[in-house]
């Protein structure tokens, strides 16, 4: 999986775009619930007033006020507070136009003592006992300024047993009180101040909407273009594999990792660059807020340790079938291939059924196993609910109890109840996903494989450079064996073929002559032996290079989706019109591309169903003869052939190697094809039973005599 991040490289602008943004996010998510606490504190039980000072008072309270102030306490009320009269522009508008008191601008909180002082002057003239007329009572204080004393002790004794957070409220109410009686409308101020801190908020909100958007844009584009490189990589190497590569992996599994293991990769990959940042984030700097309030956090502990253990139950019953789900897929895969592949071989024998039976097995395993995983996370989703209600349930109820003795405000534990929320669901979130990367990891460490199987066929460091011109070929006592096979399956083959010559091989089935032709354009490498063209191994030139003076046709024909012209375009896409058309006359498909609708511009589907088998082989031989090559390959190419057309065709070909000097390998199971060949090798399991030309190897060699007696007994009956 690590592995799998280098690919994030060079997108590391985007990702530290995201990073930025998802920090941006949270950040602003966050601010939101503190904003909420302020509305329903300060805004809706406060009315909109946020410091226990006022900020102005009535010159009549203020003469009140004087009583329990010392002298240097009212020095220092009158350096915070200026009086303001009617006339004044700071005045405020709706008051009756007596004088008031205003703070000076840009000045301190004025002392505790005056904050004090302003508290009690206030609660006397409410009258709160009701047993003393206020004006008395000032009467009083101004005939005895002494009483101040005995009163403030009072006071002091009555507040003895407030919180802090009821002594403020009880500050604000006053506050509140001191503006009715200014004349100012405390409606008005809370609703301003609501609709405030509401649109700040909505702000807030739509900044961090925006930077999600961003974010999540940027990850999935950064997650889409990283697995299109993966992509890229995989089949880049995969095209460098050997026969021997593929067999390890097979053809379904190799789809599998491009396609299904990407996609898994690119999930992982767009929900780490957005979650796995966000949760963490989120999660702990909600941890961080809520730990202002201690005696709930606990609760909030015991239910992150609750998750946890689910997580690790979960994870323990579900990644070990994660593993096998990759593989199951696989199956499928492979199952599909080859039905569809093989459907014509299928419905000839009737085997349909079997063959449902056998893609249903593969189906329903893997639909049972993805049942069974999904029945788990069903499982787990409501029991995550469950808790998180629970939680929801016990902060309030916890957090109502605090309300009541005064200790929190309902505000802060609305607030505490959403960061406990965020805290909640960001463990969810990094434990969902810890369950995820194991199964990603299952699919990166599949595309690694296949990323780090080095080709068992690879260039040398210092390649040398191909000789130009037509080359001697030499088979210098060549063996080699596939791997892992237990034997040989050529034996100390040695021949040499100058240019312009044709080599033919004969045998039976399976005696190597496909295997023996395939080490030419490396293949397969020898196993013992060279393989020298020009006098040098050809394991010291580069594979491009040896292959682009190769025409080769292999045994079985393969034609590319596309038009007849692109087919033979493989070849060479420079090839002019003149080659083309020389190509298609000398391999006999001439005539019946003439006669097609189009032409050489004929479509021709995919694999080439919508051509005859033998007009496939005859485009193949024309796309090998597309390309200046120094070597022609026909691997068995003429045997679909009628003997009419194959004798045509190497008439042709004949007469074309003359001008070109080019060497050709002939594999041909007819005598007749290749009885004219400069030289004829006689193959017999692998080994050389014979070689030369045609009239020797009649009177030498026992193999070639027994296969020409029995084709032209054959051929005497048959015709
Ligand atoms: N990829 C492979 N891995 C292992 N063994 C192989 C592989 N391909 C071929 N063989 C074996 O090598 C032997 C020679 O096969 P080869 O294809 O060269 O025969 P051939 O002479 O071309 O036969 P035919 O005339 O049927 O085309 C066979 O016995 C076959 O079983
Ligand atoms: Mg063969």
């Known amino acids: 999986m690590i592995k799998a991040m280098r690919y994030l490289k060079p997108f590391w602008l985007s990702v530290i775009a995201i990073i930025a943004l998802v920090f941006v996010q949270v950040q602003f998510d966050l601010a939101l619930p503190d904003y909420m606490s302020r509305i329903v504190t300060y805004g809706i039980q406060y009315g909109g007033i946020t410091s226990p000072q006022p900020e102005m008072i009535s010159s009549e309270t203020v003469s009140h006020m004087k009583y329990f102030m010392s002298e240097s306490e009212i020095n220092d009320f009158e350096n915070t507070y200026q009086p303001v009269s009617a006339s004044d522009p700071s005045y405020p508008s709706e008051a009756d136009g007596s004088e008031v008191w205003m703070k000076k601008e840009g000045s301190e909180a004025a002392s505790a003592a005056v904050e004090k002082a302003f508290m009690i002057a206030s609660v006397l003239s409410t009258n709160p006992s009701g047993e003393m007329d206020p004006a008395q ?15 403030m002790a009072m006071a002091d004794e009555q507040l003895e047993g407030y919180t802090e957070d009821n002594l403020k409220a009880l500050k604000i109410m006053m506050v509140r009180n001191e503006y009715n009686l200014i004349g100012i409308n405390t409606e008005k101020l809370q609703n301003d101040f ?31 273009g990283a697995c299109r490189n993966m992509r890229d990589d995989i089949f880049t190497r995969v095209e ?9 992996f097979s053809t379904a599994s190799l789809i599998t990792r491009t396609t299904n293991d990407v996609q898994q990769v690119q999930q992982i990959i767009t929900m780490m660059l957005r979650i796995v940042l966000f949760a963490p984030m989120m999660g702990f700097t909600s941890l961080f807020k809520v730990l202002r309030y201690k005696s709930l956090a606990a609760v909030l502990g015991w239910a992150v340790v609750l998750m946890i253990v689910l997580m690790i139950i979960t994870y323990t019953v579900t990644i070990p079938k994660f593993r096998i789900v990759q593989q199951m897929v696989d199956r499928l895969n492979l199952v599909t291939r080859e039905q569809l592949e093989g459907m014509l071989v299928i419905r000839a024998f009737n085997n349909q059924k079997t063959e449902e039976e056998r893609f249903d097995k593969a189906n329903s395993d893997l639909t049972k196993l993805n049942i069974y995983l999904n029945r788990v996370m069903a499982v787990i989703s409501p029991v995550m609910t469950f808790i998180m209600s629970a ?48 199964r990603s990891s299952v699919s990166a460490k599949r595309i690694f494989e296949v990323l780090e199987t080095e080709p068992s066929i690879h260039d040398p ?7 130009a011109g037509a080359q001697t070929i030499t088979f210098d006592h060549v063996s080699f064996r596939y791997p892992k096979a237990e034997m040989n399956v050529l034996e100390d083959i040695s021949f040499t073929a100058k240019p312009g010559e044709t080599v033919a091989f004969i045998g039976s089935t399976g005696s190597g002559k496909s295997t023996l032709i395939n080490l030419l354009p490396r293949f397969f490498d020898v196993t013992e032996g060279a393989v020298r063209y020009g006098g040098v191994d050809i394991r010291e030139f580069t594979q491009n290079d040896l292959r682009s003076v190769i025409g080769y046709v292999p045994q079985k024909g393969v034609l590319f989706s596309g038009t007849v012209e692109s087919n033979l375009k493989y070849a060479d896409e420079n090839a002019s019109e003149e080659t083309l058309r020389r190509a298609l006359e000398v391999s006999q498909a001439a005539e019946f591309v003439d006669r097609m609708e189009h032409g050489i511009e004929e479509p021709i589907s995919q694999g080439g169903t919508n051509v005859s088998g033998g007009q496939k082989q005859r485009l193949s031989i024309a796309r090998a003869l597309s390309k200046d090559a120094r070597v022609y390959i026909f691997d068995d190419t003429f045997s679909a052939l009628d003997y009419q057309t194959d004798a045509k065709l190497r008439e042709a070909l004949n007469r074309m190697i003359r001008e070109t000097k080019a060497t050709v390998f002939i594999v041909a199971q007819r005598i007749s094809t290749i009885m004219h060949a400069d030289r004829i090798i006689v193959l017999d399991q692998g080994r050389i039973a014979g070689q030369g030309k045609h009239e020797e190897l009649m009177k030498t060699c026992e193999v070639y005599q027994e296969i020409a007696y029995s084709q032209l007994s054959q051929e005497e009956l048959g015709v």
Not at 204 to 210: E, F, R, T, V
Request: charged share 10%; with cysteine; proline share 4%.
């Open 137 to 151: 009572l000032w009467a009083s204080l101004e005939a005895n300024p002494a009483m101040a004393q005995n009163i």
């Open 194 to 224: 609501i609709l405030h801190e509401g649109l700040i908020m909505l702000g807030i909100a739509l900044c961090a909407s925006l930077a999600a958007m961003a974010s999540s844009f940027l990850a999935a584009r950064t997650a889409t």
């Open 240 to 248: 460098s594999f050997s026969s021997e590569e593929f067999s390890k």
């Open 391 to 438: 939680v929801s349930i016990l902060i309030i109820w916890i957090g109502a109890n605090q309300v009541d003795i005064g200790a929190m405000q309902i505000g802060d534990m609305m607030a505490f109840l959403q960061y406990a929320t965020h805290v909640l669901i960001s463990f969810m979130i990094v434990a969902m996903i810890f369950i995820m990367i194991p």
């Open 461 to 467: 460091k210092n390649p040398k450079t191909l000789p």
